[in-house]
């Protein structure tokens, strides 16, 4: 159990049993009466956002978190089958992985946020290394600063590359925007 004071941004607590992170809050002393606390939170399994006020005397429950490293195997129709230290095998649907279903390459480690033993969030390393599937070729002398032009992975996510990346190339994506990063 957390107690109002306890609250922060990024803090993770349970309400009427789906998990939320907070990602505003304000605190409140007013002249008269108790102090409060307001807080602007993410439901982590659905997304959405609602605004929640607190007295300083509330207390509010710790959510069943869990996390594991697990390794990346394969994708079978709409599932993701990762496989755990013990080569258990953990399928994870598709709604459930979002983008990261783009940057997953064979053997790789994430971390996968477990509620009540039901996945909830995966998140990969920062960067990946995927090579380029499909991209127009550069036209030469067009050497303008930052000239973008777009580009296709073997996963079919499609992203802006530098005018010099060329098909077959090998590229670094930041996970976390799902931008070109550098060449690799």
Do not use: W
């Not at 300083?56 to 994708?75: C, F, G, H, M, R």
Request: include cysteine; proline fraction near 4%; hydrophobic fraction near 35%.
């Amino acid at each position: 159990m957390f107690s109002a004071s306890d609250l922060r941004k990024g803090l993770k607590i349970e309400i009427d049993g789906q998990p939320y992170v907070i990602t505003e809050f304000t605190f409140t002393k007013p002249g008269k009466g108790q102090a409060f606390y307001n807080c602007k939170m993410r439901n982590m399994i659905t997304g959405t956002t609602t605004t929640k006020t607190y007295r300083s005397v509330e207390k509010i429950d710790k959510p069943a978190l869990e996390q594991k490293v697990l390794t990346y195997s394969y994708k079978d129709a709409d599932q993701f089958v990762f496989m755990n230290e013990d080569y258990e095998q953990i399928n994870i649907d598709e709604s459930v992985m979002g983008d990261a279903k783009y940057f997953l390459v064979e053997d790789i480690e994430v971390e996968i946020l477990f509620h009540n033993d039901k996945p909830i969030e995966v998140m990969l390393p920062n960067f990946i290394v995927k090579k380029i599937t499909y991209t127009e070729p550069g036209a030469r002398g067009d050497t303008a600063t930052n000239v973008q032009k777009p580009a296709s992975i073997d996963t079919g996510y499609e992203l802006q590359v530098p005018i010099f990346i060329n098909e077959g190339e090998l590229i670094k994506i930041d996970t976390r925007t799902g931008k070109y990063v550098e060449r690799a």
